[in-house]
């Protein structure tokens, strides 16, 4: 990308769209797509900087091969409500990663996951999306390097917002775009108006209607000290 920034137009979002189809794609090392693999995230207390940890750390921690599935169903995701102490044992089968009031089932088939999705509700909560930011710890110390994940909540419900946060996080971690000492800060913007070389990652996804095309939902840029 050229230096300076470049205002979003649907030219430069499709190039965007493809380069994350692809990297997806060469994640998935030819996987087959058909299982559907996704991840449930059940959450009960509304704390982004701990269901971006959470997500972070489930597909730090699934297998390779899961990995690979889970890319080239390119990280898909359901949000929602419930209380993780009650869920878990209920569903003792699945495989879970466990935070303060959010938990994770999978990466798994979705075949695996529909009686979680059958007793919990959507996640249709307040607060509103642009009230939601918070901070995502660095995996390990030795690295004052900053990252911010800027969302583009206009028009989004709460959990649409959620799910942009889950898909970058997770696309991020998978392409060793954040770094084990890096702290990610999440921060709700009304509209991503243009993006720059310091961009390491571009969520572009159809647009919601009543608008048409595509559009940048999230963009994740190292900070500067300038």
Not at 23 to 49: E, F, I
Not at 74 to 85: D, I, Q, R
Not at 127 to 145: D, H, I, V
């Amino acid at each position: 990308m050229d230096s300076g920034p470049l205002p979003v137009t649907q030219e430069l979002l499709a190039h965007a769209l493809q380069v994350r189809l692809d990297a997806c794609t060469r994640l998935g090392g030819g996987a087959d797509n058909r299982a559907d693999v996704q991840v449930v995230v059940v959450v009960k207390s509304l704390d982004v900087g701990e269901v971006a940890r959470v997500v972070r750390d489930a597909a730090a921690s699934a297998s390779a091969g899961v990995v690979a599935e889970w890319a080239v169903n390119f990280t898909k995701c359901v949000l929602l409500a419930g209380t993780p102490s009650k869920v878990v044992p209920r569903f003792a089968s699945l495989r879970w990663t466990l935070g303060d009031g959010v938990a994770v089932a999978g990466p798994a088939p979705a075949k695996s996951l529909m009686g979680l999705r059958r007793l919990l509700r959507p996640l249709h909560a307040s607060p509103p999306p642009e009230r939601l930011r918070g901070t995502l710890p660095p995996l390990e110390a030795g690295s004052n390097a900053v990252l911010d994940l800027s969302i583009a909540y206009r028009g989004l419900s709460l959990e649409q917002y959620l799910v942009a946060l889950v898909h970058s996080v997770a696309e991020a971690h998978l392409r060793e775009l954040l770094p084990k000492g890096a702290e990610l800060h999440v921060c709700p913007v009304d509209v991503l108006h243009e993006v720059n070389e310091r961009d390491l990652y571009l969520r572009v996804h159809r647009a919601l209607p009543p608008e048409a095309g595509l559009r940048l939902y999230s963009a994740l840029r190292l900070r500067t000290n300038s």
